[in-house]
């Protein structure tokens, strides 16, 4: 398997990859609208055999009252259910947080599972002083600073891309 940043000739496999992973199109119309409005996005695909596995997106956060500060929020990220819990997400999330330092963006957000994002690094929100514009656990959104100290002197609310605003 590879991980390669996404082609425009991989989107219909992408949202075939989207749709088998959620239970809704909620997600497949999230990462549609993401790669249309948002900009700069990280978008990367799990390629097995020319055949797209899996997908991960980074697009555009803003902390309120820091605007000069490059965030990320990490989502959506699915496999294929046959494929799920053998490695594609990690390689995704460990290729896309590598590409997010690459392109010199300071830190990566995600509402995710408090067992599963700590392994690349992400601890709690909260840690760093940052809170989600969602209503959501906070155990549940996590912080990962891709340059140490770069959120030092910052606090307040994490805002996710507008577009997730229609999941």
Known sequence: MIVRAEQHEDRA?????????????????????????????????????SQIVG??????????????????????MAAVPPLQRTGIGSALVSAGLERCRQLGFGAVVVLGHPSYYPRF??????????????????????LLELQP????????????HVAFKDV
Do not use: K, W
């Open 121 to 142: 690094g992400f601890q709690p929100s909260t840690d760093f002083g940052f809170c989600s514009e969602y209503d959501a656990p906070a155990e549940a959104f996590m």
């Open 13 to 49: 496999f992408v949202r075939a990859v989207n749709r088998s992973a959620f239970e809704t199109a909620a997600e497949a119309d999230l990462v549609d609208a993401l790669r249309d409005q948002a900009r700069p996005i990280v978008s990367l695909v799990a390629d097995e055999a």
């Open 149 to 160: 100290g770069y959120l030092h002197g910052a606090s307040g609310t994490v805002h996710f």
């Open 55 to 76: 997908r991960i997106m980074f697009s555009p956060g803003t902390l309120r009252g820091h605007p000069e500060l490059r965030v990320r929020g990490l989502a959506p």
